[in-house]
Nanobody, 121 residues
Framework: QVQLVESGGGLVQAGGSLRLSCAAS????????MAWYRQAPGKQRELVAV???????DYADSVKGRFTISRDNAKNTVYLQMNSLKPEDTAVYSC???????????????WGQGTQVTVSS
């Protein structure tokens, strides 16, 4: 069974740092883009950062210069290093990956279960 498992969320004071991890497991032929999304209470889910299979990255304006997305292809894992955290970064963070899980090469979206990040002021 293919799944994404996240870890690394928690409670941190403003200005602090956290590192999120998301590992893909199961029968996976390849992984294309991987991304982190977040959803705060009462708000829509938003894209935080994305990284392609080639390592190109893009970020939401609100996190540029503070967050860094990276991936370890050997471990099928994507990371989100979050520095200079602000109370407005408080949300449930979920990873997303486009996985090729069949011999025909079609890619499908998979989601992690989400991890809570809370930043206190």
């Amino acid at each position: 069974q293919v799944q994404l498992v996240e870890s690394g969320g928690g409670l941190v004071q403003a200005g602090g740092s956290l590192r999120l991890s998301c590992a893909a497991s199961g029968r996976i032929f390849s992984i294309n883009a991987m991304a982190w999304y977040r959803q705060a209470p009462g708000k829509q889910r938003e894209l935080v950062a994305v990284i392609t299979s080639g390592g190109s990255t893009d970020y939401a304006d609100s996190v540029k210069g503070r967050f860094t997305i990276s991936r370890d292809n050997a471990k099928n894992t994507v990371y989100l290093q979050m520095n200079s955290l602000k109370p407005e970064d408080t949300a449930v963070y979920s990873c997303n990956a486009r996985l090729v899980v069949t011999l025909k090469g079609f890619e499908y979206d998979y989601w992690g279960q989400g991890t809570q990040v809370t930043v206190s002021s």
